[in-house]
């Protein structure tokens, strides 16, 4: 600005008076760089120090109220954590150094728009028309933005919910080969995302090029109205100031105005973040205004027609109007069957969940009314699965409580009989909280932390199943001998509820509560828990998970193992977790990092199919770069027409220099639109092919790789669809912008050189500092806050209703605010060498401009270059400058995308591991068809990453030409499916060898022709969200190239008809055309199910069919139904049951194999089987006892309604 003053005040100078004044200029820019330099570094290191204390303060608060808050009964950690990191990153794009670009460049827009006012209004006045209508069109461009993303969402979400389906029904894609079908259908709901993803962006970038040649035809008229005042004023010297003032101001007001709609995007998303981050402090400060416990006495506990039920799921209460009172100072049981609501019975009580409907009392105190913290510091409460946290065992049982005395630790751990165990180790109570620990210490460890509290009421749900009854006995007449307090317990053991005051009996939403004595009297269904779990007394080495026998209801759509859901395998163990080891964590993280190096060069190469858009980019970008130093030209040339020509020159080109501009502004706008379609359509073709080729590569995962708690479905779909979109702006989006700036820079110098070689060499020196600056200033980006801070988020969310529980949110929170201090520390130094950085970047032109100016003035006043072309290099100069430092200061994050890079790197496979791939893939055995003899010999199994999955030990099973259909039973958790999933290849066997006639499998070649002999059944299945005709012809899947398989309507029904399914099909509303939706699958009993999942088997017409998850039906009919489809299938077929119901595989079995604990315990017919009068007898007789109670209360219930 300073420069056109400069020029403005001697223009009627000659050059060696213009000289004199230049060189000053010089000197005042020099000084103004400093400045510059200072100011810049001191407002960019406050923004960014203070929005680190700011972003510090939000995320602890934050993190803190979603801790405190009431868990929502579907909580997913890593859906959360998700969603506070990109919660806490939109907001803290808008504040900052950002907020004070924003601010910057608001002020240099306004500034610049009064001086070229107060300079000429008219002039002003024909260039400011164009902002308005400029703000008009981006006003409406960031609406129709907004709607543009919307849709290509919507789009996308086509598409998600097939992959949603995908991972939901791994087991039957695996089973069924349907992998390169599902690729090439999720292949084909990404064409229009795609085009949708292209358009968003195109439609940005066009809106730009159109801003600029309405800026460029301003610029036209304008020069056309100069040159008109020329001619009109006598004084001609008088007009090139006043256009060298109102054009740089003008110039410099459109490259900030261009930056508004990224400010309002900005300022937008993090205005929604942070009104929903705000959202839950508000609950969570809600909570805290709540009444307090202080000297209030904890009476009688009374349930007032409670209701519950999952709020996002449709169907029926868990808990319906339950009334119920639990007397102060006495000792009650609660009993029940799995999922009959017990957990979330005791859950109201403590404020982890709210109830639907009704009250629940503390003596007089409204529970609603109480505060949930101070509830749980009166209420101990030991859960099913909980975690120990802390180095050593003192802190294990302490658990951050410092108010807690050793003798009082020690007093706790003599309850629960651990006391001796831990003096056994040398070091004691400061012994290593070891991960090895066996599961009944680390049950007495959560009890003891719990009772160092001295809670008026303690609740143990179900939290002792690895301790044996005599030594559960002994810890509960312990606590009782010395206290005083309530107890209630959830136990199965008759033991405990034979010495209780009360029991509490749920079922199907419904309590019977009373004593011991009283219960049994009376005709109730408590009375025939008892009855089983006084035969279950003889069966020796009775496991806690008997499968009881249950009506059909809500089956979860969550990923499976082994039949189970992830919940139900974990329900009862207890994990450790080392906060404090930051040490370790930073070393680990520290090593992990440098094993990835993944720069823009490497994300680049994945544009390679891309190449000639990415190559018409850049060229339209060069085009882009030569927009300034042709303005200069054209610039320069007018100024001096007007200065120096004749009357009659300045009517010869009082045309021809607009008209150029408009060329100019046109030729601009056009190299934008084609640069931003060209980058639009490279960034979505690469976007969808990284979400293929990751689906591809997820499905194509061992079945391990799902078990892993960090796969999970929300951890899936999120790589899919966000990492996978973010990738490509690293790609061709910033290597076009790097030949833009770089393009500025080079064509400025250039031309710098063909004016005057000398200037120009000067001006070449200052190229390297200026391309020093945007390599740091892009180098110099982080990734945010560090891998040990997001663990430790993610652990605490992992084991929030723990730290609920235990009341340790502040100490946790604590922990993590000295974690994060230590992490700012180093961050502190980066600030400083980044605002350093960006300072220089800003600093550098005004030293460039001096030593050109000062230079300049020399050869000017000896001579050797004359005005216009002096003007020329120096307009060029300044603009390329300016327009580069405006560039570095909006510069994107490349961090994040290159952090989603690396994760999927993790995930799809190199080439050569590719190529690997279907080298192992190329065996084939033709037709071969199997017999169905099968031999397992002495296999066993471990999950390779899962402790607590069932295992195998040494089993050993053969099936001749004598033996159709097999049985496997177990209880829950045996291993009795195990067999089943290493059969479809699903695992591999830790030792041991599986022989199919005489071919021996091996993992390290899939045979394809073996999975075509093989049919599952899964009597949990879940079905694809499709038409039930597209569900059963699912088996028809093995085509190599991928395209579904057409199955006509007749073999459809035919098979269904063969499953005896057909009559139910066609009751549904659209019959075979009924979409399974999740309503659909709710209202099917088991044995439809089943029937269902076999007429898919069937159509495949398989030698080996595998049944697991075979369930009973309370109607006899319907259970004949069943074992009538299954004995049809089984004709000329080897038919594998695997069951957790003697009931559903006695009459159709020739053999059955009894599992406990991973070994085989006992086999052969189910007549021999009970004539031996074994365990396999005892739980017949127990199931067969309890399903004909079922019967009787079930028709007792119908005859009713």
Same mark, same amino acid.
């Given at each position: 600005m300073r420069f056109t003053f400069v020029v403005q005040e001697n223009l009627n100078y000659d050059a060696k008076n213009l000289a004199g004044v230049v060189e000053m200029y010089a000197l005042e820019t020099s000084f103004l760089g400093i400045m510059v330099f200072i100011f810049t570094f001191a407002y960019?290191?406050?923004?960014?120090?203070?929005?680190?204390?700011?972003?510090?303060?939000?995320?602890i608060r934050y993190l803190t109220s979603i801790l405190n808050l009431t868990l929502e009964p579907e909580f997913s950690y890593n859906e959360t954590y998700?969603?506070?990191?990109?919660n806490l990153q939109r907001f803290e794009n808008s504040i900052g150094d950002s907020f004070g670009t924003m601010v910057l460049s608001f002020s240099v827009f306004v500034t610049c728009i009064v001086i070229a006012f107060l300079n000429h209004l008219v002039l002003t006045a024909m260039l400011v028309v164009v902002f308005p209508v400029?703000?008009?069109?981006?006003?409406?461009?960031?609406v129709i933005y907004r709607y543009l993303i919307e849709t290509e969402k919507n789009h996308y979400q086509i598409a998600e919910n097939l992959a949603r389906d995908v991972f939901l029904n791994i087991t039957t894609v695996k089973a069924y080969e349907g992998e390169a079908v599902e690729v090439q259908r999720y292949d084909k709901l990404l064409i229009t995302s795609q085009s949708a993803g292209a358009n968003t962006t195109m439609f940005f970038d066009f809106i730009i090029g159109i801003l600029y040649i309405l800026l460029y035809t301003s610029y036209a008229l304008t020069f056309w109205q100069g040159m008109t005042m020329a001619l009109e004023l006598k004084n001609r010297n008088e007009t090139p100031d006043i256009l060298i003032v109102v054009n740089f101001c003008i110039q410099i007001s459109f490259v900030n105005f261009l930056k508004v709609p990224v400010f309002v995007m900005l300022s937008r998303n993090a205005s929604e973040a942070y009104e929903e981050m705000t959202e839950v402090i508000r609950k969570s400060d809600e909570e805290n205004r709540l009444k307090k416990l202080d000297g209030v006495i904890l009476n009688d506990v009374t349930y007032n027609s409670v209701s519950y039920k999952y709020p996002k799921r449709a169907g029926s209460f868990l808990l319906n109007g339950v009334q119920a009172r639990i007397p102060a100072g006495t000792f009650t049981c609660v009993v029940g069957g799995p999922k009959h609501g017990k957990s979330t019975f005791l859950k109201l009580l403590v404020k982890l969940i709210s109830p639907s409907k009704g009250t629940i009392n503390l003596g007089k105190w409204d529970l609603s009314e109480l505060r949930g913290s101070l509830v749980r510091s009166r209420i101990g409460y030991v859960q099913q699965k909980t975690t120990l946290f802390g180095e050593t065992i003192r802190d294990a049982i302490k658990g951050g409580n410092k108010n807690v005395s050793d003798n009082e630790m020690i007093s706790a751990c003599r309850v629960v009989n651990v006391h001796s165990y831990i003096q056994s180790y040398q070091m004691g109570y400061d012994n290593a909280l070891s991960l090895d620990l066996p599961d009944e210490v680390k049950e007495k460890l959560a009890i003891a932390r719990v009772l160092v509290t001295n809670p008026d009421i303690l609740i143990l749900d179900d939290c002792m199943n690895h301790i044996n009854s005599f030594t559960q006995m002994a810890i509960i007449s312990e606590y009782l001998s010395q206290k005083q307090n309530s107890l209630i317990v959830v136990t199965s053991n008759t033991d405990i509820m034979k010495i209780s005051d009360y029991i509490i009996h749920l079922k199907d939403g419904q309590i019977e509560a009373g004593s011991y004595r009283n219960l049994l009297e009376q005709n109730t269904s408590f009375r025939s828990i008892i009855s089983r779990q006084e035969t279950e007394k003889n069966v020796l080495d009775f496991e806690s998970g008997v499968p009881q026998m249950k009506q059909y209801g809500n089956r979860s759509r969550d990923i499976n193992f082994m039949g189970m859901n992830r919940d139900e395998m974990v329900s009862h163990d207890i994990t450790v977790q080392k906060h404090s080891n930051y040490a370790d964590n930073k070393k680990k993280g520290s090593e992990e990092k440098s094993g990835?190096?993944?720069?823009?060069?490497?994300?680049?190469s994945l544009n390679r199919r891309e190449f000639p858009y990415l190559l018409t980019a850049a060229i339209a970008a060069t085009i882009m770069g030569f927009s300034i130093p042709a303005y200069a030209s054209l610039f320069g040339e007018s100024l001096g027409t007007i200065v120096l020509s004749s009357k009659e020159e300045i009517e010869d080109n009082v045309n021809f220099f607009p008209q150029m501009f408009l060329v100019a502004g046109i030729i601009s706008g056009i190299a934008r639109i084609v640069e931003g379609y060209m980058i639009a359509v490279s960034c979505s073709k690469l976007t969808k092919r990284l979400r293929k080729q990751t689906f591809e590569a997820l499905i194509q995962k061992d079945m391990a790789f799902f078990d892993k708690e960090e796969n999970q479905l929300s951890s899936l779909l999120y790589l899919l669809r966000h990492d996978a979109r973010i990738v490509p702006l690293a790609a061709g989006p910033e290597m076009v912008l790097f030949i833009k700036v770089a393009g500025i820079i080079i064509i400025s110098t250039l031309v710098s050189v063909y004016h005057s070689w000398k200037l120009g060499l000067l001006v070449m020196g200052f190229s390297p500092f200026l391309f020093y600056g945007l390599y740091y200033i892009s180098r110099s980006q982080s990734a945010g806050a560090s891998q040990e801070s997001h663990q430790f988020a993610k652990d605490l969310l992992k084991n929030r209703e723990t730290i609920q529980v235990l009341n340790a949110v502040d100490y946790h929170m604590d922990q993590y605010s000295k974690l994060i201090s230590?992490?700012?520390?180093?961050?502190?130094?980066?600030?400083?060498?980044?605002?350093?950085? &960006? $300072? #220089?970047?800003?600093?550098?032109?005004? &030293? $460039? #401009?001096a030593a050109c100016m000062f230079y300049g003035?020399?050869?000017?006043?000896?001579?050797?270059?004359t005005f216009t072309d002096f003007f020329k290099v120096v307009v060029s100069l300044i603009l390329g400058t300016i327009l580069v430092s405006q560039v570095l200061m909006v510069i994107p994050n490349r961090w994040p995308c290159l952090n989603s890079y690396s994760?999927?790197?993790?995930?799809?496979?190199?080439?050569?591991?590719?190529?690997?791939?279907?080298k192992k893939n190329r065996y084939e055995m033709g037709t071969w068809v199997t017999i169905g003899f099968l031999k397992m010999k002495h296999v066993s199994f471990t999950h390779p990453y899962v402790r607590f999955m069932p295992k195998l030990q040494d089993i050993n099973i053969q099936i001749n030409e004598r033996q159709t259909v097999i049985g496997l039973i177990g209880f829950l958790g045996s291993g009795n499916s195990i067999p089943v999933k290493l059969l479809l290849q699903f695992y591999k066997p830790s030792s041991g060898n599986i022989v199919i006639d005489d071919v021996e499998m091996s993992r390290e070649f899939v045979l394809r022709a073996l999975k075509r002999n093989i049919g599952l059944v899964d009597g949990n299945d879940k079905f694809f969200r499709r038409t039930v005709a597209r569900n059963i012809a699912y088996s028809a899947n093995c085509k190599r190239d991928g395209t579904e398989a057409f199955v006509g309507m007749d073999d459809i029904v035919a098979v269904a008809k063969e499953a005896d399914i057909h009559n139910f099909i066609i009751t549904l509303p659209d019959g075979y055309f009924t979409i399974m939706t999740e309503d659909v699958c709710k209202g099917m009993t088991?044995?439809?199910?089943?029937?269902l999942s076999l007429a898919r088997a069937l159509l495949r017409d398989p030698r080996i069919l595998l049944v697991e998850n075979v369930g009973f039906e309370v109607d006899e009919d319907a259970q004949l139904l069943m074992e009538t489809a299954i004995k049809k299938a089984a004709f000329s077929r080897t038919v594998i049951l695997s069951s957790n119901y003697v009931t559903s595989l006695a009459n159709v079995s020739d053999c059955i194999y009894f599992f406990q604990n991973g070994s085989i315990k006992e086999f052969g017919k189910h007549q021999k089987l009970i004539e031996k009068q074994g365990l396999y007898y005892k739980l017949f007789e127990q199931q067969r006892e309890q399903l004909k109670q079922l019967r009787e209360s079930t028709i007792a219930s119908r005859q009713y309604d």
């Amino acid at each position: 600005m300073r420069f056109t003053f400069v020029v403005q005040e001697n223009l009627n100078y000659d050059a060696k008076n213009l000289a004199g004044v230049v060189e000053m200029y010089a000197l005042e820019t020099s000084f103004l760089g400093i400045m510059v330099f200072i100011f810049t570094f001191a407002y960019a290191s406050l923004l960014k120090y203070v929005a680190q204390k700011q972003m510090r303060r939000l995320r602890i608060r934050y993190l803190t109220s979603i801790l405190n808050l009431t868990l929502e009964p579907e909580f997913s950690y890593n859906e959360t954590y998700l969603k506070i990191q990109r919660n806490l990153q939109r907001f803290e794009n808008s504040i900052g150094d950002s907020f004070g670009t924003m601010v910057l460049s608001f002020s240099v827009f306004v500034t610049c728009i009064v001086i070229a006012f107060l300079n000429h209004l008219v002039l002003t006045a024909m260039l400011v028309v164009v902002f308005p209508v400029m703000a008009i069109i981006m006003f409406f461009a960031v609406v129709i933005y907004r709607y543009l993303i919307e849709t290509e969402k919507n789009h996308y979400q086509i598409a998600e919910n097939l992959a949603r389906d995908v991972f939901l029904n791994i087991t039957t894609v695996k089973a069924y080969e349907g992998e390169a079908v599902e690729v090439q259908r999720y292949d084909k709901l990404l064409i229009t995302s795609q085009s949708a993803g292209a358009n968003t962006t195109m439609f940005f970038d066009f809106i730009i090029g159109i801003l600029y040649i309405l800026l460029y035809t301003s610029y036209a008229l304008t020069f056309w109205q100069g040159m008109t005042m020329a001619l009109e004023l006598k004084n001609r010297n008088e007009t090139p100031d006043i256009l060298i003032v109102v054009n740089f101001c003008i110039q410099i007001s459109f490259v900030n105005f261009l930056k508004v709609p990224v400010f309002v995007m900005l300022s937008r998303n993090a205005s929604e973040a942070y009104e929903e981050m705000t959202e839950v402090i508000r609950k969570s400060d809600e909570e805290n205004r709540l009444k307090k416990l202080d000297g209030v006495i904890l009476n009688d506990v009374t349930y007032n027609s409670v209701s519950y039920k999952y709020p996002k799921r449709a169907g029926s209460f868990l808990l319906n109007g339950v009334q119920a009172r639990i007397p102060a100072g006495t000792f009650t049981c609660v009993v029940g069957g799995p999922k009959h609501g017990k957990s979330t019975f005791l859950k109201l009580l403590v404020k982890l969940i709210s109830p639907s409907k009704g009250t629940i009392n503390l003596g007089k105190w409204d529970l609603s009314e109480l505060r949930g913290s101070l509830v749980r510091s009166r209420i101990g409460y030991v859960q099913q699965k909980t975690t120990l946290f802390g180095e050593t065992i003192r802190d294990a049982i302490k658990g951050g409580n410092k108010n807690v005395s050793d003798n009082e630790m020690i007093s706790a751990c003599r309850v629960v009989n651990v006391h001796s165990y831990i003096q056994s180790y040398q070091m004691g109570y400061d012994n290593a909280l070891s991960l090895d620990l066996p599961d009944e210490v680390k049950e007495k460890l959560a009890i003891a932390r719990v009772l160092v509290t001295n809670p008026d009421i303690l609740i143990l749900d179900d939290c002792m199943n690895h301790i044996n009854s005599f030594t559960q006995m002994a810890i509960i007449s312990e606590y009782l001998s010395q206290k005083q307090n309530s107890l209630i317990v959830v136990t199965s053991n008759t033991d405990i509820m034979k010495i209780s005051d009360y029991i509490i009996h749920l079922k199907d939403g419904q309590i019977e509560a009373g004593s011991y004595r009283n219960l049994l009297e009376q005709n109730t269904s408590f009375r025939s828990i008892i009855s089983r779990q006084e035969t279950e007394k003889n069966v020796l080495d009775f496991e806690s998970g008997v499968p009881q026998m249950k009506q059909y209801g809500n089956r979860s759509r969550d990923i499976n193992f082994m039949g189970m859901n992830r919940d139900e395998m974990v329900s009862h163990d207890i994990t450790v977790q080392k906060h404090s080891n930051y040490a370790d964590n930073k070393k680990k993280g520290s090593e992990e990092k440098s094993g990835k190096k993944i720069n823009c060069l490497k994300v680049l190469s994945l544009n390679r199919r891309e190449f000639p858009y990415l190559l018409t980019a850049a060229i339209a970008a060069t085009i882009m770069g030569f927009s300034i130093p042709a303005y200069a030209s054209l610039f320069g040339e007018s100024l001096g027409t007007i200065v120096l020509s004749s009357k009659e020159e300045i009517e010869d080109n009082v045309n021809f220099f607009p008209q150029m501009f408009l060329v100019a502004g046109i030729i601009s706008g056009i190299a934008r639109i084609v640069e931003g379609y060209m980058i639009a359509v490279s960034c979505s073709k690469l976007t969808k092919r990284l979400r293929k080729q990751t689906f591809e590569a997820l499905i194509q995962k061992d079945m391990a790789f799902f078990d892993k708690e960090e796969n999970q479905l929300s951890s899936l779909l999120y790589l899919l669809r966000h990492d996978a979109r973010i990738v490509p702006l690293a790609a061709g989006p910033e290597m076009v912008l790097f030949i833009k700036v770089a393009g500025i820079i080079i064509i400025s110098t250039l031309v710098s050189v063909y004016h005057s070689w000398k200037l120009g060499l000067l001006v070449m020196g200052f190229s390297p500092f200026l391309f020093y600056g945007l390599y740091y200033i892009s180098r110099s980006q982080s990734a945010g806050a560090s891998q040990e801070s997001h663990q430790f988020a993610k652990d605490l969310l992992k084991n929030r209703e723990t730290i609920q529980v235990l009341n340790a949110v502040d100490y946790h929170m604590d922990q993590y605010s000295k974690l994060i201090s230590s992490v700012e520390l180093p961050c502190a130094d980066t600030v400083k060498m980044k605002s350093l950085l &960006f $300072a #220089y970047s800003q600093s550098v032109p005004f &030293f $460039a #401009y001096a030593a050109c100016m000062f230079y300049g003035g020399i050869l000017l006043q000896d001579d050797e270059i004359t005005f216009t072309d002096f003007f020329k290099v120096v307009v060029s100069l300044i603009l390329g400058t300016i327009l580069v430092s405006q560039v570095l200061m909006v510069i994107p994050n490349r961090w994040p995308c290159l952090n989603s890079y690396s994760k999927l790197l993790e995930i799809i496979p190199s080439p050569a591991e590719r190529l690997k791939l279907m080298k192992k893939n190329r065996y084939e055995m033709g037709t071969w068809v199997t017999i169905g003899f099968l031999k397992m010999k002495h296999v066993s199994f471990t999950h390779p990453y899962v402790r607590f999955m069932p295992k195998l030990q040494d089993i050993n099973i053969q099936i001749n030409e004598r033996q159709t259909v097999i049985g496997l039973i177990g209880f829950l958790g045996s291993g009795n499916s195990i067999p089943v999933k290493l059969l479809l290849q699903f695992y591999k066997p830790s030792s041991g060898n599986i022989v199919i006639d005489d071919v021996e499998m091996s993992r390290e070649f899939v045979l394809r022709a073996l999975k075509r002999n093989i049919g599952l059944v899964d009597g949990n299945d879940k079905f694809f969200r499709r038409t039930v005709a597209r569900n059963i012809a699912y088996s028809a899947n093995c085509k190599r190239d991928g395209t579904e398989a057409f199955v006509g309507m007749d073999d459809i029904v035919a098979v269904a008809k063969e499953a005896d399914i057909h009559n139910f099909i066609i009751t549904l509303p659209d019959g075979y055309f009924t979409i399974m939706t999740e309503d659909v699958c709710k209202g099917m009993t088991p044995g439809q199910v089943l029937r269902l999942s076999l007429a898919r088997a069937l159509l495949r017409d398989p030698r080996i069919l595998l049944v697991e998850n075979v369930g009973f039906e309370v109607d006899e009919d319907a259970q004949l139904l069943m074992e009538t489809a299954i004995k049809k299938a089984a004709f000329s077929r080897t038919v594998i049951l695997s069951s957790n119901y003697v009931t559903s595989l006695a009459n159709v079995s020739d053999c059955i194999y009894f599992f406990q604990n991973g070994s085989i315990k006992e086999f052969g017919k189910h007549q021999k089987l009970i004539e031996k009068q074994g365990l396999y007898y005892k739980l017949f007789e127990q199931q067969r006892e309890q399903l004909k109670q079922l019967r009787e209360s079930t028709i007792a219930s119908r005859q009713y309604d």
